[in-house]
């Protein structure tokens, strides 16, 4: 039976812009065997050529189309629900571009949809807007529901901040794409052609991508390089099908025969 991979990236791959040893031995070894990944990612705001300009540096050669991210599921997503819709935009950069290539149209009033992801721009003003939006009917959709890190010095709050201040202003819950929902997970599985036995999901979060491949019965591996410790595993109902400390432990030979 073939097998393909759903890799995640921060914590698995790379910390920050520093490469966690193994990961381009790793990449280079499904390669050389032709062995089908993505790399997916919940950050909407980085298009896929931003990922592979990023693990460039690090020393990991890849292709646009080893690349899916939330944004890209949720263009998809909207397409499928509504064709060439209109949506009110909070994010930026790959988001934007995503729902463009899907034949959507940013407005800035009466939208289809009003969209949260990834961004530094977002005004008080912009977000009375959706609320707005939201209040007159517009569906309300977010990338992903990633927590903001809770570390002194960040500048970026995670997406779940901002819906939790919109949703808790218009009495709506946003529907949330991307991982562990089974929209993205289900959707990056077709991308590579496969069956949910054939798939093997790679991540360091338990809450995401060990959860949403768990859901969908995909092989899972918790790698101990990231946001989730061995000690936190007694606080799941589930489990993941094996730990590793990295992906410097994973031998590609032995994964395929799972």
Same mark, same amino acid.
């Given at each position: 039976?073939?097998? %393909? ?23 280079? $070894? ?48 909207? $397409?499928?629900?509504?064709?060439? %819709? ?11 571009? $995503? ?19 990834? %961004? ?60 562990? $929902? ?34 969908? %019965? ?41």
């Amino acid at each position: 039976m073939k097998k %393909g991979f759903l890799i995640d990236m921060d914590g698995v791959i790379y910390s920050g812009d520093t490469m966690i040893e193994g990961a381009d031995t790793f990449i280079a $070894s499904l390669q050389e065997n032709n062995i089908p990944f993505l790399f997916m990612t919940n950050n909407s705001q980085r298009s896929p050529l931003d990922t592979v300009n990023k693990v460039a540096k690090m020393g990991i050669h890849i292709e646009e189309e080893n690349v899916y991210t939330s944004a890209m599921a949720t263009a998809w997503f909207l $397409s499928f629900m509504k064709p060439n %819709g209109t949506a009110y935009v909070l994010g930026e950069g790959g988001l934007i571009t $995503s729902l463009h290539q899907q034949g959507y149209v940013m407005v800035n009033q009466n939208p289809d949809y009003v969209v949260v992801g990834e %961004g530094r721009n977002f005004t008080l003003e912009m977000v009375n807007n959706a609320v707005d939006m939201i209040l007159e009917g517009a569906k309300f959709i977010a990338t992903n529901l990633d927590p903001s890190p809770k570390k002194e010095g960040w500048n970026n709050l995670g997406i779940k901040a901002i819906v939790a201040m919109i949703e808790e202003a218009t009495g709506k819950k946003a529907f949330s794409v991307g991982k562990p $929902s089974p929209v993205m997970m289900r959707a990056a599985r077709k991308t590579l052609g496969l069956t949910a036995q054939e798939t093997i999901i790679i991540g360091d979060t338990m809450d995401t991508d060990i959860l949403g491949g768990i859901q969908l %019965g995909y092989h899972t591996i918790l790698t101990l390089s990231g946001v989730s410790k061995k000690e936190d595993l007694q606080h799941y109902a589930f489990q993941p099908n094996r730990i590793v400390k990295s992906v410097k432990e994973l031998a590609v030979e032995d994964l395929t025969k799972i």
